[in-house]
């Protein structure tokens, strides 16, 4: 296995243990394919749930440029979802997952679908 393979286990693992989620394996790696480079670095593979520029950034360059989403309170009130669901406490929120849970939430698979 590649080093992407391996991360992409760890976010499944992370689904299933902190957000207790069982992955959807092949979104999963379309998700982690679509955070590019990002996911090798250890601070931009990471979303800071703390951070609101980061919370910001996460709504405009994913919901909105990547899934087509409309700017609105929903996609903060899913942001916060995500957040909670992932653990306020939990520092390393993983950014292929926090994308992940994020379409799951939206029913936006269909993006990653070719």
Excluded: W
């Excluded at 992370?14 to 990002?38: F, H, N, Q, R, Y």
């Amino acid at each position: 296995m590649g080093k992407r393979d391996d991360l992409i286990a760890l976010y499944a693992k992370d689904l299933s243990e902190k957000c207790g989620v069982t992955a959807d394996m092949d979104l999963l790696k379309k998700v982690t394919i679509g955070c590019g480079p990002a996911i090798y670095n250890a601070d931009a593979s990471k979303v800071s749930g703390s951070d609101q520029a980061e919370l910001d950034t996460v709504k405009k360059n994913f919901l909105i440029k990547k899934l087509g989403l409309e700017d609105g309170a929903a996609l903060d009130e899913a942001i916060a979802k995500v957040i909670d669901i992932y653990g306020k406490s939990n520092p390393s929120k993983y950014r292929a997952v926090f994308y992940y849970l994020l379409v799951k939430h939206f029913s936006k698979e269909a993006v990653y679908s070719s």
